[in-house]
């Protein structure tokens, strides 16, 4: 059972999604079920896949984040929003989940035993975003939201959740709901969510670009690498979950809880 955190602050842990808790673009990861029903021409899917295999291998930095903005405007424009939630909803189990790191679902559990409020934070579409968040059990979810005009995508984007617009947000859910940033944990692989990871307490960078890495090493912060997931499980909740016992030996809690993560992640590989 979890401990009773009743007089303690309210603790959040801000999550990065694609190459943090996922293992690929969750916005490109919809590409087959965009193809099958027309809204991917060939061309634009040339442009979608080379896009996204720049951003597996070299992460994103400020410039790229801007093309990956102006191909997401491009690419929405005129789709049907109905359509676009049955895509998601269609790739949720076959494709996204198994795309999900097991530890990076194991730590999203780790947090929520502790009750700490689990937050997505990512420039991937609402769309996207909040059927993941759903499904991981998070309890909010930021992303980036397009104007949607007579139920089609008018290529508009009304909020880009990139840079100091993820602080922002975090900022103001820290607001809203009263939790205490300098308790709070965030991670991320990029050095574009530096902002963000820069607003809380306990920042962790995860599978980290050479910025990110070069940046985390200078401020001591630590680095999480998780490995690619095989087959993941369909259903997350199979995935184990620490036991308070276990969580306290590694020392994972309380002052140590930021190092206590990485540790109690490294250890676990090596068993």
Request: charged content about 20%.
């Amino acid at each position: 059972m979890p401990p009773d955190t009743s007089d303690e602050p309210r603790v959040a842990a801000f999550f990065d999604l694609d190459k943090t808790i996922m293992a690929a673009s969750s916005t490109f990861a919809l590409g087959r079920g965009l193809r099958r029903r027309g809204m991917l021409p060939p061309h634009t899917a040339a442009r979608s896949v080379y896009a996204h295999a720049s951003y597996m291998v070299r992460g994103a930095d400020h410039v790229q984040m801007e093309r990956m903005r102006e191909l997401l405007s491009d690419l929405v424009t005129g789709w049907d929003v109905e359509v676009v939630g049955e895509v998601v909803a269609e790739a949720l189990e076959e494709v996204l989940v198994p795309l999900v790191y097991p530890e990076a679902a194991e730590l999203i559990r780790w947090h929520q035993q502790f009750g700490r409020a689990v937050v997505i934070v990512s420039s991937a579409a609402l769309e996207v975003v909040r059927p993941i968040g759903e499904r991981l059990g998070a309890d909010h979810v930021v992303g980036t939201s397009m104007e949607v005009v007579d139920g089609r995508y008018t290529g508009v984007i009304d909020y880009y959740a990139y840079g100091a617009h993820k602080a922002e947000s975090v900022r103001a859910l820290a607001e809203e709901h009263g939790f205490d940033l300098d308790a709070s944990y965030a991670y991320s692989d990029s050095a574009t969510d530096l902002p963000m990871l820069s607003a809380v307490g306990r920042p962790h960078a995860v599978n980290p670009d050479r910025q990110l890495v070069a940046h985390a090493e200078l401020l001591g912060w630590p680095v999480l690498h998780f490995a690619p997931p095989p087959a993941a499980p369909r259903n997350l909740n199979s995935v184990a979950v620490p036991s308070a016992t276990t969580v306290g030996a590694v020392g994972a809690v309380g002052a140590v809880g930021a190092v206590g993560v990485g540790w109690y992640l490294a250890r676990r590989r090596r068993r």
